[in-house]
């Protein structure tokens, strides 16, 4: 059937086509939704893991006990992972287990631009990169063949450009595969040093078969045009390149980007006058090139930096720019902000008046860093909030404690904050920790997780009890405010800061956008009454601004939390009796 | 045919997507050759978004570049002038003409440009400038601001107003159709 599909609902259809029975992943931008779609099949288990390490090892659990499976998250959950992945390129796969990664060039919702492929060299796995929504189906459904025939997990390489555009996919029917019988193998799958060194050479062995598969293989493929000009090309990139110049260049098309062949480039370098590589990030076809002593135009034209588009593509070829009309009055940026009502901004505001210094995390609450309330100090990665705050508070002068906090969301305290939390109570720093509990998964689009009481499908499910959680490690001090409280805020704030040990804030109020949450009428400025002192602007809501010198809010926008009633303090605001 | 681009951009939160997603689905249906491209995560919230649509006989890239764009339906009034640079020689802007402030504006950092249709206009852009957020609150619901939007455009194509029906009795849920159906036709006569 002819359908319209994003990228990664087309590597879900090709997973279930290709008959997987199990799938485990943790949600990240841009990879979530491969794993929302496949929750809508009720033939194979899917699930959110607490992190993308342990959906890792339980996919490959599933693959040992004989079923398909898969996990998906985004470039940095690979990071998460990266200890699984490298040992299960010796141990191999009983059934096929396939690897969905997506990478995020230009950053549009992530902190760092890495690649990938160097994941899949250095832990020596195939990996497969479509550039586009029926290459995603086509080439997800391949893996799991892939990976049982050569007998090891496969990569499969998305990144923004393709897991969220939409284009046209033929979906067929699901594969009938059969279970593989689990068999006892210690061998194969027990890596200690006896049987990994012996599983090593398997896995040159592995890498150097395929490597002359991928001479011949269908993820490769050549386009011949003229041969003035001939490109070296993958994903995304090669629709740009498409795009650009149709069929009148010659381009070679990397399906497959680990391993790379030797001979089909060589032999397509031969052919051609002037050979080029057009790649995002890293220059990783490149430098394959090199050492095959090729010398390919690349890096030096095509950036490291950021995402390709037709435009990067034509302006390195000296095509003409085409030709444009603006305005002459610049349009004012319009960033991320954190929403009308969401829970965060009383606490944020709270620690900001308090002038607290701040260890911030991953998550909706990173818009906590943005103008007025720069409420931020640090983000680095998932968890490293509360395992940093340890290190900074004994690392600095005296002086830090009592006035810097960590604060970390429900499901990015689950996912990697509560190890930082037992170093904090097992070599005893005296640090606060908050838990901005919003009851959701938030940033990556409302996902359940092992604190909201539901699995994947909102079905009821074992629920993380967090105040018994942190007391259970050692924290002795753990309470719970509610964030549209700011009074309360001051006061666990100031108390939990000055008290010489660990301590938790639970700041919890479910997010605003959840279906459930009933939001109240807005809240209004008695004109007469506002004193223009701007006090109500320091929220940093988008609800509020000043029109005409005095403060107003937007009847459209205000979801009646009250915050901004709290803080004025000539009564100007009230809501609906 | 040479591919028609068209850039649907706005504020996030206004229903950009589901104006994007029903636009694609209407021109499968109609036989094109057919990308949409998105961003999801951070960017949506609150923030400037930009929705791609692309068909035409076989299309490559996903976006539409400076200078590309047919058209841009754009769900607020500032957003349309942030993407004008988008739009080829020509090209037609369809414009809500609701004002959201960015956050630099509520902060006082920045003013909202006041005229900036006009400055377009006299440069040469067509500009069809509605009141999207009133119609759709006659239709019944503010939310409906994106198919009033999709109307108002479904006035420069062919496609005949019983499939943009079709397209969007399939995307919205069957409780809102009847909404829907009335904000479109309230925004295909206004």
Known sequence: MKKLMIGNEAVAQGLYEGGIGFISSYPGTPSTEITEFLAKRDELHSEWAPNEKVALEAAFGASLAGVRSACAMKHVGLNVAADPLYTMSYTGVNAGLVICVADDPAMHSSQNEQDSRHHAIASKVPMLEPSDSAESLAFAKAAFALSEEYDTPVILRMCTRVSHSQSIVNTGGREDIPRIPYEKKPSKYIMMPGYAKLRHPVVEDRMARLAGYAENCPFNRVEWGCTDIGIITSGTSYQYVKEVFGDTVSVLKIGMPNPLPKKLITDFAAKVDKLCVIEELDPVIEDHCRKLGLDPVGKEKFSILGEFSQKTIAKAFGISPKETVSADTAAPARPPVMCSGCPHRGMFYTLVKNKITVLGDIGCYTLGAAAPLNALDSTLCMGASVSGIHGFLLGSEEVMSGKTVAVIGDSTFIHSGVTGLINIAYNGSPATVIILDNSITGMTGHQQNPTTGFNIKGDPAGKVDLEALCRSVGIRRVRVVDPYDLSACEQAVKEELAAPEPSVIISRRPCVLLKYVKTKPPVSVDPDKCRSCKKCMKLGCPSIAMKDGKAHIDATLCVGCGVCQQLCAFGAISGEE | ?190
């Open chain 2, 1 to 190: 045919m040479d591919t028609v681009n068209i850039m649907i951009v706005g504020v996030g939160g206004q229903g950009s997507l589901l104006a994007s997603k029903l636009l694609g689905r209407l021109l499968v249906d109609e036989g094109y050759d057919v990308k949409v491209s998105e961003v999801h995560g951070m960017s949506q919230r609150g923030g400037s978004v930009v929705t791609y649509v692309r068909f035409g006989d076989r299309v490559y890239s996903p976006l539409i570049e400076e200078g590309e764009a047919d058209f841009i339906l754009s769900f607020e009034k500032l957003e349309a002038a942030r993407w004008a640079p988008c739009l080829k020689k020509g090209g037609r802007i369809i414009v809500n003409t609701q004002e959201i402030d960015p956050m630099p504006v509520i902060t006082g950092a920045a003013e909202y440009p006041s005229g900036i249709l006009e400055e377009l206009k006299n440069k040469g852009v067509l500009i069809d400038a509605v009141d999207a957020l009133s119609i759709a609150r006659e239709a019944g619901s503010a939310k409906a601001v994106n198919i009033v939007l999709l109307a108002r455009f479904a006035k420069y194509f062919s496609i005949p107003v019983e499939s943009w029906e079709t397209a969007i009795a399939n995307t919205v849920a069957p409780k809102f159709a009847e909404l829907n159906r009335k904000a479109f036709e309230l925004g295909y006569n206004a």
